[in-house]
């Protein structure tokens, strides 16, 4: 679905590849209230906002508004800070800063406000902008409001300049997909994402509930094998395409992946069923009736023939194949970034040719065993829960556009040895069994050895691949948080290099990792 501006109620404009407008009709308080909604969810610490416009035409309006929308506080008192000139707020998502600088004579005062301090990595929302003279700097936020001709209503002029004009543009585009749905006037609350640079969003319209999806087709990066870049090497998905393909198909097969009520492939919009957020875990404890029923949801897909084809729109959407080079490109962000990062040595290419050797000839018994839709991230955080069906029908299912045709056991062990949450005694035996039983079932030849092999062994290269990926989120992209999950991924990783199979490989890492115990 393509949308475009709803009874001229927008206008936009790219005045140049540094610079995007968007001009909007506000026709009274509650429109502009709304505009505040929608910037304040677009904001980064570290974003200036400049507000203009002549005395009393709604520039405090809109920046208390927003002050509030970023901190999840409706009633927040948000006093103009036309006296105190600076008015500071600590808020869940950062810092804001509000300044009022009528009544500065000029930029010479600003040093004593102590304003090179205020916008350090805070939202800077800045009224009567002019008075910081030639400060302003490349990348920011403009807004501003003027009284209609007829004095009904104002009219907003937002731009983008610098690197805030592609994220402009984003908003602008997000809000004209929503008004094509039928969605426009829809509440919007922010969604704690994954790690990756996906935007999630709850719409309430009435009694309805979605889920729009900010998926923006992104580029495969440069190039570090091969001629391929990692994404390509590892077959992640670079647009909303794969998305739409997976859950239409793992629908059809009757699982509970989210229904896409609207899209725009190419701008990677998307408005999807909500499926909740009942978690599979109590308090960060797996609950066993729950996982019981995720573990034979995967039983019972593995269990079917699939195809490495599903329809998408017209045409068909191919499954790409995980295969030894993806596992292998994965593995080497343990020499990339965790051995680095816990012992302040990257392994010497000689090792790193000896790692890949080890990995390569442990993967290789795998890729001659039949394959099936692997989702790669079937694991607590894109599991929920919902109450009200019947059997696995009841396991929703999120975030699996990085689906390949791989071996069955990868979903198993992303699930039983979740990098998140600690498994009680017992429970990842039980639940290996019970998945085993159910296999076994449908097909008597199963055999149980060969997936206790690959269950160890692409255990242990999940493990070998989050190491790199959560030390990668902590030190590049500023989430330390990922780091209290390490201890557990270690024990991961040591209780699977324990296969027999799986010598040579635990050999190399004890020669360069102390045990678990040590990890921090």
């Known amino acids: 679905m393509t949308t475009t501006p709803q009874n001229g109620a927008t206008k936009a404009a790219q005045v140049s590849p540094d610079e995007a407008t968007w001009e909007l009709d506000l026709p009274d308080e509650a429109a502009t209230l709304a505009l505040a909604n929608l910037v304040a969810r677009a904001l980064k610490p570290g974003d200036l906002v400049t507000l203009g416009g002549d005395l009393g035409v709604g520039k405090t309006t809109f920046a208390r508004a927003l002050i509030r929308a970023r901190a999840g506080d409706e009633a927040l008192e948000a006093p103009s800070p036309t006296f105190t000139l600076l008015q500071t707020y600590d808020t869940p998502r950062g810092m804001i800063v509000h300044a009022d600088l009528y009544r500065l004579s000029g930029p010479d005062e600003l040093e004593e406000l102590g304003w090179d301090e205020a916008g350090d ?146 701008a990677g919009f998307l408005l999807v069923e909500d499926l909740g957020v009942e978690p599979v875990v109590a308090l960060g404890v797996p609950m066993a009736s729950r996982y019981e029923a995720a573990a034979d949801l ?67 018994p795998l890729m001659t065993q039949p394959l099936t839709w692997t989702l790669r991230d079937y694991h607590s955080p894109n599991l929920t829960w919902r109450d009200g069906r019947e059997g ?23 699930l039983l040895q979740d990098a998140r949450v600690d498994m009680p005694d017992g429970l990842e035996m039980a639940l290996a069994a019970r998945y085993l039983a159910a296999r076994r079932k449908v097909d008597p030849t199963f055999e149980p050895r060969d997936f206790a092999r690959a269950y160890a062994t692409l255990g242990a290269q999940r493990a070998t691949k989050i190491l790199g990926i959560f030390v990668r989120l902590a030190e590049r992209d500023g989430k330390p948080g990922y780091l209290a999950h390490i201890p557990r991924i270690r024990r991961n990783l040591d209780a699977n290099l324990a296969h027999p199979d799986l010598a040579k490989l635990a050999e190399w890492y004890r020669a360069r990792l102390g045990p678990a115990e040590q990890a921090a």
């Not at 805070?122 to 008075?131: F, M, N, Q, S, T």
């Not at 556009?401 to 071996?407: E, I, V, W």
């Open 121 to 266: 990595d805070a939202i800077v929302l800045v009224e009567w902008p002019d008075r910081l003279g030639a400060v302003l700097p490349p990348d920011r936020w403009e807004l501003r409001l003027s009284l209609k001709a007829d004095a009904a209503g104002r009219v907003a002029t937002l731009a983008g300049h610098g690197h805030a004009a592609p994220r402009l543009e984003r908003l602008r585009d997000a809000k004209l997909f929503l008004e094509g749905a039928g969605w426009g006037e829809a509440r919007r609350d922010h969604i704690q994402g994954d790690a990756s640079t996906r935007l999630y969003e709850r719409l309430t319209l009435g009694p309805r509930n979605a889920i729009l999806m900010d998926t923006p087709p992104r580029k495969a990066g440069p190039a570090v094998k091969d001629g391929k870049s990692y994404s390509e090497l590892a077959k992640l998905a670079l647009d909303a395409k794969p998305f739409v393909a997976i859950a239409d198909g793992l629908r059809a097969l009757g699982y509970g992946a989210p229904e896409i009520f609207a899209s725009d492939l190419d």
């Open 298 to 364: 995967l039983a019972d897909l593995h269990g079917r023939s699939v195809p490495a084809e599903t329809p998408l729109g017209d045409g068909a959407y191919r499954l790409p194949a995980y295969d030894v080079a993806a596992f292998l490109v994965e593995c080497d962000l343990l020499n990339d970034w965790y051995l680095p990062s816990v012992t302040g040595v990257s392994p010497d290419p000689e090792a790193r040719e000896t790692f890949r050797a080890l990995w390569a000839e442990a993967l290789a």
């Open 392 to 414: 696995i029908g009841r396991v929703g299912l999120l975030d699996f556009q990085d689906a390949c045709m791989g071996p069955p056991a990868y979903d198993v062990v992303s």
